[in-house]
């Protein structure tokens, strides 16, 4: 019996024609810019993947459903497909956010065997690198200022704390309005408990 819930049965039944649609900043800190949309009724649009449809759906039957946003199917927008879920922060006014990615690893064995398979210099990923750390590349790579994609997805991971506690932090975005993506070297266990902290103004309640 979430208020959002309450609200959004207030509108459905009312005698009244009404479009009811909650208005607050949209928030994405990390992913590829497009893959969401904010939805109608506290829901959200994520851009379709048959592998996350497939997840998403196995979840609504798993015992960590009560954690995890509701999975509503398909939904059309545009002209594209989208799988459409809760948004979690829709009964939230200022919410303060952390964006992790789990899991040890957070590329798949396909988009190596592809990349191995087709190998193509990126100037785009050889100037991320640099951006975080000049000496990553090496010699060759300064010579032809390009990487190839797996290497670049290898050091990504080893430079963090995905490899080493299985997640990293990705952005954060605190009630006061501060945005922070700046843990691409967030790797040490004390670090991650450091940004957990600043997280919850010290709050060893919330923690």
């Known amino acids: 019996n979430k208020p959002?819930?309450?609200l959004k049965s207030m509108v459905h039944w009312s005698p009244f024609v009404v479009s009811f649609k909650k208005r607050?900043?949209?928030?994405?800190l990390a992913g590829h810019a497009?893959?969401?949309k904010a939805g109608d009724y506290g829901r959200i649009l994520k851009k379709f993947c048959p592998r996350e449809q497939q997840c998403l759906e196995r979840l609504m039957r798993d015992s960590l459903r009560p954690h995890v946003p509701t999975y509503f199917g398909l939904a059309q927008r545009d002209g594209e497909?989208?799988?459409q879920m809760e948004d979690l922060l829709a009964s939230f006014e200022t919410p303060s956010i952390m964006d992790c990615k789990m899991g040890v690893r957070t590329y798949l064995e396909e988009e190596l065997e592809q990349a191995r398979q087709r190998p193509?210099?990126?100037c785009d990923m050889y100037e991320k690198m640099v951006a975080v750390e000049p000496g990553a590349p090496t010699p060759e790579e300064h010579a032809q200022r390009a990487v190839l994609k797996p290497r670049y997805m290898q050091w990504r991971?080893?430079?963090s704390s995905t490899a080493t506690l299985g997640f990293r932090i990705e952005g954060i975005k605190k009630a006061d309005g501060t945005c922070s993506t700046?843990?691409?070297k967030t790797r040490l266990p004390e670090q991650v408990v450091q940004a957990l902290g600043d997280f919850v103004d010290g709050d060893r309640t919330i923690l």
Request: charged share 30%.
């Open 34 to 36: 497009g893959n969401f």
């Open 24 to 28: 607050y900043p949209w928030v994405q």
């Open 81 to 83: 497909r989208y799988n």
């Open 4 to 6: 959002w819930k309450k």
């Open 157 to 159: 991971e080893s430079l």
């Open 120 to 122: 193509r210099l990126r």
């Open 182 to 184: 700046n843990f691409k």
